[in-house]
């Protein structure tokens, strides 16, 4: 076990849709990262968050939002949904800047029908 | 742009024999080198940092070394129970620690 949990682990839906996924990260951890991990791609970096603050975007749509909250959780918002976007989502965390490994969720698979 | 390239993408080996996986990257600062193992429909589990070349760590069967322009996974003798992805990822210069990743070797290990 990690110390990264991530909420729901499944999610099914409909095109056209919006989800949230949420995230909270190892205790004391300060970044949260979150990947999308597709069967034809490897893990794709959307954006990192710092203490609140976004610090990195990646390939992240402009249907995609995220944010950190004040007490370190994070949310990614997912919105009209296409079939493209079924995925598996992980978020992950780090303690601090510079030179340090992170620590991966269990993921959340998204599945649009 | 930072990329890694992983080879080879498929290994199948017979329980007890070793071998290797290479992970070669462009990147421009390498401030570390992470190797993750992924099982099927679960999130990566960090293995090992490598941050300077020559650099060399091990756990288990699993030894991890790193040059200049590529980082090499050593499975000494494995067993079943090491049949996972293997993935590995670099983190470079800038004011993100975005970790890029390379899309893994599939290991397989048959008993």
């Known amino acids: 076990d990690s110390g990264v949990t991530q909420t729901p682990k499944h999610l099914i839906t409909a095109t056209g849709q919006r989800v949230t996924l949420r995230c909270s990260p190892r205790?004391?951890?300060?970044?949260v990262y979150w990947y999308q991990q597709s069967l034809d791609q490897g893990l794709q970096f959307l954006i990192q968050y710092y203490n609140g603050e976004e610090r990195a975007k990646g390939n992240i749509l402009e249907r995609f939002s995220a944010q950190q909250f004040p007490d370190l959780h994070s949310e990614l918002n997912l919105s009209s949904l296409e079939l493209g976007d079924s995925a598996l989502y992980f978020c992950a965390s780090s303690p601090r800047e510079g030179r340090t490994e992170a620590f991966f969720g269990q993921g959340t698979r998204l599945t649009v029908v | 742009e930072d990329q890694v390239t992983q080879s080879p993408e498929a290994l199948r080996l017979q329980e007890g024999e070793s071998s290797s996986l290479n992970c070669s990257y462009t990147v421009s600062g390498l401030r570390g080198l992470f190797w993750y193992r992924q099982d099927p429909g679960k999130g990566p589990e960090f293995l090992f940092t490598l941050y300077s070349a020559g650099e060399e760590k091990e756990k288990e069967r699993l030894k991890a070394t790193l040059t200049k322009k590529e980082s090499f996974l050593h499975i000494t003798a494995p067993k079943p129970e090491d049949s996972a992805t293997y993935l590995c990822?670099?983190?470079?210069?800038?004011?993100?620690?975005?970790?890029?990743f390379g899309t893994g070797t599939l290991l397989a290990v048959q008993p």
């Open positions: 990822a670099v983190q470079g210069g800038g004011a993100t620690n975005k970790l890029i």
């Open positions: 205790s004391g951890d300060l970044s």
